[in-house]
């Protein structure tokens, strides 16, 4: 079964950067376009960006596009997530995901989650 542990999270100023990174194991990283999704309190869990399996294509959530940037080692197996001009609205639980098909973005498509990392993003 496929594993995703999630790493990089914590608390961050307005404007400020962080970086996530998630690391896959039990199946080829480098076959499977990949994903990173996020869930604030009392909201629906939402897509914000994805990776094609080689690493040239990407698409994100509109509100983060030009902020946050995905990217993959693929010799690490493992998806970043650069996330810069952080806002209060960012605030979340982060998760990454072995999408179905690269453009999929819908989490209703997937049953097994990592543990997840938390950004807060507050003055």
């Known amino acids: 079964q496929v594993q995703l542990v999630e790493s990089g999270g914590g608390l961050v100023q307005p404007g400020g950067s962080l970086r996530l990174s998630c690391v896959v194991s039990g199946r080829t990283f480098s076959d499977v376009a990949m994903g990173w999704f996020r869930q604030a309190p009392g909201k629906e869990r939402e897509f914000v960006a994805g990776?094609?399996?080689?690493?040239?294509?990407?698409y994100y959530k509109l509100s983060v596009k030009g902020r946050f940037t995905i990217s993959r080692d693929n010799a690490e197996s493992t998806v970043y997530l650069q996330l810069d001009s952080l806002k209060p609205e960012d605030t979340a639980v982060y998760y990454c995901?072995?999408?179905?098909?690269?453009?999929?973005?819908?989490?209703?498509?997937?049953?097994?989650w990592g543990q997840g990392t938390q950004v807060t993003v507050s003055s």
């Open positions: 990776i094609n399996s080689g690493g040239g294509s990407t």
């Open positions: 995901q072995s999408l179905n098909y690269y453009g999929d973005s819908s989490p209703r498509h997937y049953d097994f």
